[in-house]
């Protein structure tokens, strides 16, 4: 048989949030510091600072984070290919540690 929904007002928790949660969310934090204030200069700022960023150094800028992205996919992907194909094809001690730890940001 069914039971009868209750009409009595369901009990909300409060959840007090844990340290680690509290630091994890301080680092998040201090991280998105400098891409909130670069969104509030873009929004809020002069285009004069653009102009003058794009004639002097933003044509270098751009190139060098093509290069430095270039750099990191490559080595990403040579260095991920190496370890997974090393913990998939040889026995070793630790290799379920690192099997663990490879997929980990």
Known sequence: MLEEPSSAPRRTTLRVPTPSALGAALVAG???LPMVSVALAAFFGS???LIQLSETVLS???VTTLWLLAIVMLLSATIGTAT???VTM???P???VLEVLLVLP
């Open 30 to 32: 201090l991280c998105l």
């Open 90 to 92: 040889a026995q070793f």
């Open 47 to 49: 285009v004069d600072t």
């Open 84 to 86: 997974a194909w090393l």
């Open 60 to 62: 270098r800028y751009v």
């Open 94 to 96: 630790g290799r379920r």
